[in-house]
């Protein structure tokens, strides 16, 4: 019985700190959001800037590293950067969000 009120404590400390660690968090990272904070249909504008630019066709660097030094990595690369900097990405996400139901 001692186990459980143990764990239960641990449980409940781990929660409260997650809770609190997550108000605390930045609003933005890297291109302008968190990923922790986008909506469904920025995600699926992502994914689409993602495969439009040409890196979903490529070896990822997780698993390749030298695949992340080749000119074609490099050029799809600044493309899907490109993209989601311009009027592409924003379009995409309105697109989504308009084909959403309005209950999610």
Do not use: I, K
Request: no cysteine; net charge negative.
């Amino acid at each position: 019985m001692r186990s459980l009120t143990s764990l239960f404590v641990a449980a409940a400390v781990a929660a409260v700190s997650a809770a609190a660690m997550a108000e605390n968090a930045p609003a933005s990272a890297g291109d302008g959001m968190s990923a922790a904070f986008r909506s469904r249909a920025e995600v699926l504008a992502d994914l689409e800037m993602f495969q439009r630019s040409g890196l979903g066709y490529l070896p990822s660097p997780t698993g390749y590293v030298e695949s992340e030094q080749s000119a074609e990595y490099r050029r799809a690369y600044a493309e899907y950067q490109r993209l989601l900097a311009g009027p592409d990405y924003r379009e995409a996400v309105a697109r989504y969000e308009s084909q959403s139901p309005a209950g999610r």
